[in-house]
Nanobody, 126 residues
Framework: EVQLVQSGGGLVQAGGSLRLSCVAS????????ITWFRQAPGKERERVST????????LYAESVKGRFTISRDGAKKTVYLQMNSLKPEDTAVYYC???????????????????WGRGTQVTVSS
């Protein structure tokens, strides 16, 4: 079965840190770029960070640059999102998504993604 299984998340005070994990199974992990998205209540889902299939390229939303770091471990088929200096406005459900299409990964329409994790809640208290 092809799936992305997420873990991590939770409740943290502002200024704190969390690490999200996205473990892939049933697919050729090294062929896929992974993007982290988030969706806050009443808002549209937005891109947070993307990593290329090789790990050589990473992209970040302006709102998280310098605070979040995306990385991947091919041996573990896992992508991580290290989130530091968290702010209340980072509160959202975070999703990972996979695609072999780099254009889609970086700027394509979200609805074209076919492979998603189930989401994990991140809550940052002030």
């Amino acid at each position: 079965e092809v799936q992305l299984v997420q873990s991590g998340g939770g409740l943290v005070q502002a200024g704190g840190s969390l690490r999200l994990s996205c473990v892939a199974s049933g697919l050729a992990f090294d062929d896929y770029a992974i993007t982290w998205f988030r969706q806050a209540p009443g808002k549209e889902r937005e891109r947070v960070s993307t990593i290329s299939n090789s790990g050589g390229e990473t992209l970040y939303a302006e709102s998280v640059k310098g605070r979040f770091t995306i990385s991947r471990d091919g041996a573990k088929k896992t992508v991580y999102l290290q989130m530091n200096s968290l702010k209340p406005e980072d509160t959202a459900v975070y999703y990972c998504a996979a695609t072999t299409d780099w254009t889609l990964a970086t700027s394509g329409p979200i609805y074209e993604y076919e492979l998603w994790g189930r989401g994990t809640q991140v809550t940052v208290s002030s």
